[in-house]
């Protein structure tokens, strides 16, 4: 009996809404999934389907922000024992350090007490661990046979033509990005670090207000010398991947406009 081949997009964590567009463009074109002979769609790992979305395999927004996932092999070895069947396709997004690293603070802000990004940023700036390591880890312990690395800005159609070719499937939009303005995450943690708990209804109002205020300087960026070398290490990093059998950067054009 052969086994399902099984293909899988990993969005990173905190990447707004990219794994919700993909998963509903795959639940609306079931059909012409089916017609360009792919098997059913799941969000996880699931022995019965074929293709695969998740933000979680690698780890949560903590695990990134404390140690860039450091556990990303033995979950990607749970996740393909799940599945029963042989990794054809991996997908993977990629964002640069110097923008990943504020994204997912801001992520965190919103939900609880953090500490200050100010004070994390030699730390992470200076940290060795990073894309080469994660997807390489990633990649050996699911047994990829191939390896399509999107680099953000990721469009829902790249990201389809990239883990179903052939099958163009349509994109519904993509939902609205929710405005999170910097003097409401101060307002935010200061509740947080008093003990509050603050309820989803007043953190929206909260940042409706708080979107009326002038806005000062960036609540999580790293300085411009700092940006740069973040900047540097990250083209480095999708060029030494790039040079590896069996990885491309970026969906085909071809299949791209295949998918639009």
């Known amino acids: 009996m052969t ?29 012409r999934l089916a017609e360009a002979g792919y098997g059913a769609a799941a969000i996880g790992p699931s022995a019965s389907a074929q293709i695969h979305i998740d933000e979680t395999l690698i ?26 069947g042989p990794v054809g396709r991996l997908v993977i997004t990629t964002l640069p350090y110097d923008l990943y690293y504020p994204m997912m603070w801001r992520f965190l802000a919103q939900r609880r007490a953090v500490q200050p990004f100010a004070e994390m940023a030699e730390l992470l700036v200076a940290r060795e661990r990073g894309w080469v390591e994660l997807v390489s ?9 191939e390896t ?40 935010l943690q200061r509740l947080y670090r008093s003990g509050a708990t603050i309820a989803p209804r007043q953190i929206q109002r909260l940042m409706q207000f708080h979107a009326r205020q002038p806005q000062p300087a960036p609540l999580a960026a790293f300085s411009a010398l700092e940006a740069a070398r973040l900047r540097r290490r990250y083209q480095a990093d ?23």
């Open 148 to 187: 399509v690395i999107l680099p953000a800005p990721v469009r829902g159609e790249e990201a389809l033509a990239a883990l179903v070719p052939g099958a163009s499937l349509p994109m519904p939009p993509a939902a609205a990005q929710e405005n999170v303005p910097d003097t409401g995450l101060v307002m």
């Open 3 to 31: 086994k399902t081949v099984h293909h899988l997009m990993i969005c990173a964590p905190a990447m707004a809404g990219l794994a919700g567009q993909v998963a509903r463009a795959l639940a609306q074109g079931r059909d």
């Open 238 to 260: 999708l060029a030494t991947l790039a040079a590896r059998s069996g990885v491309r950067i970026g969906a085909a054009p071809e299949l791209v406009l295949a998918a639009e």
């Open 59 to 84: 780890g949560r927004v903590p695990q990134g922000l404390a140690g860039f996932f450091p556990q990303v092999g033995g979950r990607a070895r749970d996740y393909a024992g799940r599945l029963g």
């Open 137 to 145: 880890e990633l990649s050996a312990a699911l047994g990829a046979r």
